[in-house]
């Protein structure tokens, strides 16, 4: 009879750690999705920020993109360049 008891206790200590680990892995697989959304989201706003390079009119990333406080460059050759240009124009007309 004890035998039998024991058993059925065996038996039922296995449902249970059977059912706690299933809502465990049920909340971390939760978690994952969340944080990767998380990411996801992160990564779409950061290619969204896209700058025009006033030069050659070629569109980058605003984090690789040079600034002179008015106008964005691909490069700091054509930031340069640009700003030459500009004086060249306006100090020969
Ligand atoms: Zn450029």
């Known amino acids: 009879?004890?035998?039998?008891?024991?058993?059925l206790?065996?038996?039922?200590?296995f449902f249970i750690i059977r059912f706690i680990l299933n809502r465990v892995i049920q909340i971390r697989e939760?978690?994952?999705k969340l944080a990767?959304?998380?990411?996801g989201s992160l990564a779409e706003n950061t290619?969204?920020?896209?700058?025009?390079?006033?030069?050659?009119?070629?569109h980058l990333p605003q984090s690789e993109a040079y600034y002179d406080g008015k106008d964005t460059f691909c490069s700091e050759g054509h930031?340069?360049?640009?700003?030459h240009q500009k004086n060249t124009t306006?100090?020969?007309?």
């Open 9 to 13: 206790f065996v038996v039922l200590i």
């Open 47 to 58: 290619t969204e920020a896209m700058v025009r390079c006033a030069l050659c009119d070629i």
């Open 36 to 39: 990767e959304d998380k990411k």
């Open 90 to 93: 306006t100090t020969e007309d």
């Open 1 to 7: 009879m004890r035998a039998i008891v024991f058993l």
């Open 30 to 32: 939760h978690n994952k």
């Open 79 to 83: 930031m340069h360049k640009f700003h």
